[in-house]
């Protein structure tokens, strides 16, 4: 299997208008990142996690011509605003695209784009195929996902955990029950915002507390604000199996 970051930033990141910070300005590349997403390809399943204001700009930069599926981890609009874009996948594909979240980010999927549900559909609108996330494994062709569920602040969202893998985004708890499904992951993603603690979000403190507990092989750090720093300077700090996600960053796991 493949995964490549399409975004590792955050609406709160990478380059805030007007900020004259040392990030914003940063020539380097890897301080350019548009908001967290990512892309699983594993044979001939394709699908993302999330889809947030900058699908359609991933989607173009990564060449992607197929996609069967979104999963969405929560119902922000930093999540789920691209998700009027699809419609290019359900013109190439000739079919409603699948959709999976739980019932907290379905209902601000309907609320958000309530003409992709109007009876009367204007032409041209996006296509979804709605499937509910429960504690049920998701299956995408033949790949199995086992969803999780974890705290942004008081709303449930969900990770999702994939073979070997575990990608979290805007948690900032984890319950016993969830560490359990957790458990055994060689890779983990997993948001840390900034430096400073954050109501909703793990820092950096408390991201690598967790990696820790999960002792992965390797772990990435995504949702990255231009608070935290310059990537450089951050992957200088932190352990060595821990790395600063960038955007078009690729993993075989």
């Keep these: 299997m493949k995964l490549t970051f399409l975004g590792s930033g955050t609406s709160q990141g990478i380059p805030v208008i007007g900020c004259k910070c040392a990030v914003c300005v940063s020539n380097n590349s890897k301080d350019k990142r548009l908001r967290s997403s990512v892309l699983i390809e594993n044979n001939d399943d394709i699908f993302s996690i999330d889809a947030g204001p900058d699908f359609r700009q991933q989607m173009l930069r990564a060449n992607i011509d197929k996609l069967d599926a979104v999963l969405i981890t929560h119902g922000h609009k930093d999540h789920i605003a691209g998700l009027d874009d699809v419609r290019a996948f359900n013109y190439l594909h000739k079919k409603p ?102 109501v909703s979000h793990f820092n950096l403190e408390e991201a690598l507390d967790v990696i820790k507990r999960i002792n992965p092989n390797v772990a990435y750090l995504t949702h990255i604000s231009h608070l935290m720093g310059l990537h450089n300077d951050v992957e200088a700090e932190i352990p060595n199996n821990v790395h600063i996600a960038y955007d078009g960053l690729k993993i075989e796991f």
């Design 97 to 198: 695209m699948q959709i999976w979240a739980d019932k907290f980010a379905t209902k601000s999927i309907h609320r958000e784009f309530d003409y992709a549900f109007a009876e009367n559909k204007y032409p041209g609108v996006p296509s979804f195929d709605m499937n509910m996330i429960s504690d049920k494994n998701i299956i995408i062709g033949n790949t199995q996902i086992t969803p999780i569920t974890l705290l942004h602040h008081k709303l449930e969202i969900k990770a999702f955990r994939i073979a070997d893998l575990t990608y979290i985004t805007d948690a900032n708890h984890i319950s016993e029950e969830s560490y359990k499904l957790i458990e055994g992951s060689k890779i983990v993603i997993i948001n840390a915002l900034r430096k400073e603690k954050h």
